[in-house]
Structure formats: structure tokens, C-alpha cells
């Protein structure tokens, strides 16, 4: 199922307080309106009727698709997991608990972030081989990992699939093949253990110590 409830907010900009529709978890076989909403980042968004501003709201939301064995829990960076669960709702609390097999399971700490992870499971990809990317794209950059947002798969006519990537901090695009992916993901395997259904942060932390794990590993002569 889905959650969603009123609540009375106060608008950050001029503290009208007025009562506004928030998501707590999202069922999107359920309430298939949302997913579009999520990656738009049109939910959860406080909307004055005073002073008209329009501002995110910064609570917590679980993401839940059944098909694509998938649940994502966007937390607010701020915000303990203990926290969140003390003041979610029930329903969250018992997919938090129970194992579900052949699911993946992540905890995000931004909305970009929580679009970009629905797109790349999406595309059948592997967040831990795409964030294992961007590190070493932004280490080479001299940028941070967290301007690089995975956009979707092409069609490239010289070097066939492509991943593309929005760089936010010069606004522009650029393209990763998909043979560079694929040794991404050939690293993944080497180096991580099976996830087991555990709830996962894959960041640019999670990336580096991947990366470390590699670099540690016995290569072939
Ligand atoms: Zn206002």
C-alpha cells in the first residue's frame, strides 16, 4: 500500500502554517501517477497559499516498486534511520523489517539521488558499477561525484549503448560506453559480497571502498 496523510506545515519563507499532503511510502504499482511525480520531483513539495513559494519538504519516504524488486528509503541527511522509523508509518516499518528475496534495498539521502537510483534500476544497471564510475570520473575531473547524475541509455551510432551523465556543475552532458560499464560491473562482482537483501547507501564512500577492495586484490600476471 501507499501512505500519504495531511499534515500542518509552516512555510519556511513567511510561516503561514497550513496543512499539506505528504507521502510517507509510495506504492508505485499502486499509485502509478507517482513514479513520473518522483522523477520530476514533484511530490512532497510544500506550496504556500500565502507567499506562493514553492519548497520541498524534507521528511522521509519510502519508494516501493513490487515488479521491479525494488525499495528505496529517502532519508534526510540529517536524520538517524532510528528517527525515521520511530515516526513513519506501519507500513514502512514492517518492509523495513522483512526479507524479501531477490529485492535490492537502498537508502538514499537526496531527492536527485532517489530519482537518479529509480532510473538506473530502471535500465536494468547496476548503481554500485555506475557509482564506481563516477568516483573515478570526478577523481579525473577534479569534480565532485555527486555533480554527476546518471540520465538514461542511448544509442550511440560509432560505439553502440551509451550511458549518459548530466555534469550539474557545468551543465553539460557526457557519455560513458557500455564496454566501460561492463568492467564496472566485473569489478562489483569481484568485490562485493552478495547483498542478501541488506539496506545499502551506495554513495561515493560506498564507491571508494570498492575501489580500495580492487585495488588490494591479487591481478593476474
Ligand atoms: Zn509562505
Known amino acids: 500500500m501507499s501512505m500519504v ?3 500542518v506545515l509552516s512555510c519556511p519563507r513567511c510561516g503561514n502554517a497550513q496543512k499539506q499532503e505528504i507521502w510517507q511510502s509510495v506504492n508505485i504499482q499502486l499509485d502509478s501517477d507517482m513514479k513520473q511525480k518522483i522523477l520530476d520531483g514533484e511530490y512532497n513539495v510544500f506550496a504556500c497559499e500565502k507567499c506562493r513559494a514553492e519548497l520541498p519538504v524534507d521528511l522521509p519516504m519510502m519508494y516501493h516498486d513490487m515488479d521491479g524488486k525494488l525499495m528505496i528509503w529517502l532519508l534526510p541527511r540529517d536524520q538517524s534511520l532510528k528517527q525515521t522509523i520511530m515516526g513513519h508509518d506501519a507500513e514502512a516499518k514492517r518492509l523495513l523489517g522483512v526479507t524479501h528475496d531477490g529485492y535490492r534495498k537502498r537508502f538514499v539521502h537526496s531527492r536527485l539521488q532517489l530519482a ?7 535500465d536494468g544497471l547496476d548503481d ?8 573515478s570520473y570526478a577523481h579525473r575531473h577534479k569534480m565532485q561525484p555527486d555533480d554527476i547524475l546518471y540520465c538514461g541509455l542511448e544509442h550511440d551510432p560509432r560505439v553502440g549503448m551509451v550511458l549518459t551523465f548530466f555534469r550539474r556543475d557545468s551543465e ?6 557500455m564496454d566501460g560499464y561492463q568492467r564496472a560491473q566485473g569489478i562489483v562482482n569481484q568485490c562485493v559480497p552478495p547483498e ?11 564507491a571508494d571502498r570498492i575501489a580500495s577492495v580492487y585495488e588490494e586484490a591479487p591481478k593476474p600476471h
Open 116 to 122: 537518479e537510483t529509480i532510473r538506473i534500476f530502471d
Open 196 to 206: 542478501n537483501g541488506l539496506w545499502t547507501t551506495v554513495d561515493h564512500e560506498y
Open 5 to 7: 496523510e495531511e499534515r
Open 128 to 135: 554500485r558499477a555506475v557509482a564506481l564510475f563516477k568516483v
Open 172 to 177: 553539460s552532458s557526457f557519455v560513458w560506453p
